[in-house]
């Protein structure tokens, strides 16, 4: 798993421990918190099944590594981020999973879908229609709005 703009590393860790099987993930992002040691440090603490499973790297997104066997996620990943986050999962033909926010209208592609809908809900529709052209097969949901009013969740698969 590869968790790319991941901050403290807290998606990946929650979905190591949702999915077991996944031997490890790397979290990238161009400046990891100092506090993300003490958040891993306490993650391990009360699940010790994630020791030597997260590796933290300070990089650009294009700087890593990413393989077809992959799962890519973002969360939160703002404008464009999330654009670039489809590029790598696409150009490596991975799986992936994002959750959209701060949807940027000069920067991201509605696909003219804007004067049907709200302009977000384009960007994002214009996102699927894009993995699907790609050949992923897409799923859309939503997560509950009580827990991020950003929560529209699309996931691709090949």
């Known amino acids: 798993m590869v968790e790319l703009g991941g901050g403290h590393g807290l998606v990946a860790q929650i979905l190591l421990l949702l999915?077991?099987?996944?031997?490890?993930?790397?979290?990238?992002?161009?400046?990891?918190?100092?506090?993300?040691?003490?958040?891993?440090?306490?993650?391990?603490?009360?699940?010790?099944?994630?020791?030597?499973?997260?590796a933290f790297r300070q990089a650009n997104l294009h700087e890593v590594d990413i393989d077809a066997p992959d799962l890519v996620v973002s969360i939160h990943a703002c404008g464009a981020l999330t654009d670039a986050v489809l590029d790598r999962a696409i150009a490596s033909r991975a799986r992936v999973a994002v959750l959209p926010c701060c949807h940027d209208a000069d920067a991201c592609d509605s696909a003219g879908l804007d004067g049907w809908m709200d302009r977000a809900l384009a960007i994002d529709a214009a996102r699927a229609l894009r993995l699907a052209q790609a050949g992923y097969h897409i799923r859309t949901q939503t997560i509950p709005a009580e827990i991020t009013p950003k929560n529209r969740l699309l996931l691709g698969t090949m």
């Open 19 to 54: 999915d077991d099987s996944s031997p490890g993930a790397v979290v990238v992002d161009p400046a990891i918190p100092a506090s993300a040691a003490v958040l891993h440090a306490a993650m391990v603490a009360s699940w010790p099944r994630l020791a030597g499973r997260i």
